[in-house]
């Protein structure tokens, strides 16, 4: 089983609403990692999470916050976002953060911002 | 400049063989990856390839790996219409970097 699930598949919100994005595996993944993909463009690093300790923030605005409850699952806290924001956000998994590690990637997120 | 580079369009006709191409700039990259991305969809790990091999073969998948020239081909024999897509290469020196991604047309 290498699935990646996502929800949810599409999410609408105004500039002033509060929603969460999660992701969740279960094939005992310890490291997870959030994208942000825009249109016609490849998928931008976010976060990097492993063993449920953010490892890696790419300067992200602190209007994306993330949280790695458990091993499993890995949300994403959105806040004030602006209309820019809206994108495509896709979370993926590896078995560890070396660089031999494969990814594998959910569905994704649709998210417009209005 | 990009780590990764990528033509951005391809178009084939069915049944013809596709090759899309990749060029890459850090030699330190371990693995190399391809993914397909259907319209609305998220990444689909489609094949990689470890750095100390030429050629991986998968059914209608050839990946070619010139390591010398930091070059990476995927083939796709008998290219159907479900083939069309945006194909993203990627290497994984570091942080996955991803190419812009070559778009597929398979015409009928």
């Known amino acids: 089983d290498t699935e990646v699930t996502q929800t949810p598949k599409h999410l609408v919100m105004g500039m002033t609403n509060k929603k969460s994005l999660k992701c969740e595996q279960h094939?005992?993944?310890?490291?997870m990692y959030w994208y942000k993909q825009k249109a016609k463009k490849p998928p931008e690093l976010m976060f990097v999470?492993?063993?449920?300790?953010?490892?890696i923030n790419e300067s992200v605005p602190s209007r994306f916050s993330p949280e790695c409850p458990n091993s499993s699952l890995l949300n994403l806290h959105l806040h004030a976002l602006q209309p820019e924001d809206s994108a495509l956000y896709l979370c993926?998994?590896?078995?560890?953060?070396?660089?031999?590690?494969?990814?594998?990637f959910g569905p994704g997120t649709r998210l417009l911002v209005l | 400049g990009e780590d990764v580079e990528q033509s951005l369009f391809l178009s084939v006709r069915e049944g013809d063989s596709s090759v899309i191409n990749c060029t890459y700039t850090?030699?330190?990259?371990?693995?190399l990856y391809w993914y397909k991305q259907e319209p609305g969809a998220g990444l689909q790990l489609l094949t990689y390839?470890?750095?100390?091999?030429d050629m991986k073969q998968d059914q209608r998948l050839t990946v070619l790996l010139n390591k010398k020239d930091k070059h990476l081909s995927l083939r796709i024999a008998d290219t159907q219409t479900g083939d069309s897509a945006i194909y993203f290469c990627?290497?994984?020196?570091?942080?996955?970097?991803f190419g812009a991604g070559t778009r597929l047309t398979v015409k009928p």
């Open positions: 094939m005992g993944h310890r490291a």
């Open positions: 990627a290497e994984s020196a570091n942080d996955m970097r």
């Open positions: 390839i470890f750095s100390n091999m």
């Open positions: 850090d030699s330190s990259s371990t693995y």
């Open positions: 999470y492993s063993y449920e300790k953010l490892s």
């Open positions: 993926a998994s590896s078995q560890g953060l070396a660089d031999q590690e494969t990814q594998y």
